[in-house]
């Protein structure tokens, strides 16, 4: 269970969001909000990338009180990943597999899914958009996290990957402690997906619709 407390981000003298208490139970919630609503701040505050006022909970742990801990458990992909341009798909889910405890059968696993593989040890620098995408979703889903926020992670990604994607979704929620944080300007497929809420940022806040 994810809890959202007091939380308020802002960037010098410009607010940005206010969330005075929020529960998001286990299971899919995609979260909608206009470009520059927050939702991105609001995600890299969770993953513990940036920081704001107020605490954030999971399972337990607060990110305040135990950062380490609470990092350990969240597993973020990025709307438009950046990668350093001499580092290899190899170099980069060989670390943050181990960083996330995932065995190399795992990460091989989920890299020939979504065909990370064919571009294996290739230098992030000679990637298309798509190809980043997709090593960011490998990246997104190593390990047994147990919040996974994935922003915009249909972008760029065709039908089959999309598929694909979906289906690696499911399979984490066979673990029912699970979360998924999703944000995704196209509608998404609840026939393939099970969406448990569905949340709209706007006027600097959240609410569930």
Same mark, same amino acid.
């Given at each position: 269970?994810l809890?959202?407390?007091?939380?308020?981000?802002s960037y010098q003298? +410009?607010?940005?969001?206010?969330?005075?208490d929020?529960?998001?139970t286990p299971?899919v919630?995609?979260?909608?909000?206009?470009?520059?609503s927050g939702?991105?701040?609001?995600f890299?505050s969770?993953?513990?990338?940036?920081?704001?006022?107020g605490?954030?909970?999971?399972?337990?742990?607060s990110?305040?009180?135990?950062?380490?801990?609470?990092?350990r458990?969240?597993?973020?992909?990025?709307?438009?990943?950046?990668f350093?341009e001499?580092? #290899?798909?190899?170099?980069?889910?060989?670390?943050?597999?181990? #960083?996330k405890g995932?065995?190399?059968?795992?990460?091989?696993?989920y890299?020939h899914?979504l065909?990370?593989?064919?571009?294996?040890t290739?230098?992030?620098?000679t990637y298309s958009?798509g190809?980043?995408?997709k090593?960011?979703?490998?990246?997104?889903?190593l390990g047994?996290?147990?919040?996974i926020?994935?922003?915009?992670?249909?972008?760029t990604?065709?039908e089959?990957?999309?598929?694909?994607?979906?289906?690696?979704?499911?399979e984490?929620?066979?673990?029912?402690?699970?979360t998924?944080?999703?944000?995704?300007h196209?509608?998404?497929?609840?026939s393939?997906?099970?969406?448990? +809420? #569905?949340?709209?940022?706007?006027n600097k806040?959240i609410?569930?619709?």
């Open positions: 269970m809890h959202i407390k007091q939380f308020s981000k003298s +410009n607010h940005i969001l206010s969330i005075n929020l529960i998001i299971g919630s995609w979260l909608k909000g206009e470009n520059g939702k991105t701040s609001l890299k969770l993953a513990g990338i940036l920081p704001f006022q605490d954030i909970i999971l399972d337990d742990v990110l305040k009180k135990e950062p380490i801990n609470f990092r458990l969240v597993n973020y992909s990025e709307a438009e990943p950046l350093p001499f580092l #290899t798909s190899k170099d980069l889910v060989r670390f943050v597999g181990k #960083t995932a065995s190399v059968d795992q990460q091989d696993q890299c899914k065909g990370v593989d064919q571009y294996f290739k230098p992030c620098g958009s190809m980043l995408k090593l960011s979703l490998v990246l997104g889903l047994n996290p147990k919040l926020i994935l922003d915009e992670p249909l972008v990604l065709d089959s990957a999309r598929g694909i994607l979906m289906k690696l979704i499911n984490k929620l066979k673990d029912p402690s699970v998924f944080l999703l944000s995704s196209q509608s998404m497929d609840t393939s997906l099970p969406l448990q +809420n #569905t949340y709209m940022i706007r806040s609410e569930k619709l």
